[in-house]
């Protein structure tokens, strides 16, 4: 199972999530706690071998939002409400939270996929004028 969350997340904003997404790291740490809680208690046979991990969250390249209307995501107001908070720094944080609450545990028992750095790089990977979608 692969678990992992950030544009949703992000695009909240800082009266949801906080300013350093305190309520996240507490709410990834209790969602692994209560997954490999329920996989012990439930999971019995031997050859279930049931395996979670963690994707880190995505970079976000506000840049790629121009000012047009599109078929896709509507007019420029539209566009300009959906990234009030979609910044590279809010998503760096919520990175940094992801990580740090997941290495928490033993690399073994949830390892850390970690695409951050490669979707940084990756701006031109976005759908038109939508800076959070990969393609």
């Known amino acids: 199972l692969v678990f992992g ?5 992000l695009l909240a904003g800082d009266e949801m999530q906080g300013r350093n997404f305190a309520d996240h790291k507490l709410a990834c740490r209790q969602l692994m706690d209560e997954v490999h809680q329920y996989i012990q208690n439930n999971i019995t046979q031997p ?11 995505l970079a976000v390249h506000p840049h790629i939002v121009i000012d047009r209307s599109t078929m ?13 908070y979609m910044s590279l ?3 760096r944080v919520l ?3 992801q990580k740090e609450a997941i ?12 695409i951050f750095d490669a979707t940084l790089l990756s701006a031109d990977w976005h759908f038109p004028t939508d800076g959070r979608h990969y393609r």
């Open 5 to 9: 969350t950030s544009a949703w997340d």
């Open 72 to 84: 896709y995501f509507g007019p420029p107001a539209k566009a300009k409400a959906r990234i009030k």
């Open 47 to 57: 050859w279930l071998d049931v395996k979670v991990a963690w994707r880190s969250g």
């Open 103 to 114: 290495m928490e545990y033993d690399n073994a028992t949830v390892p850390f996929l970690d």
């Open 95 to 97: 990175y940094n939270a």
């Open 89 to 91: 720094e809010r998503s």
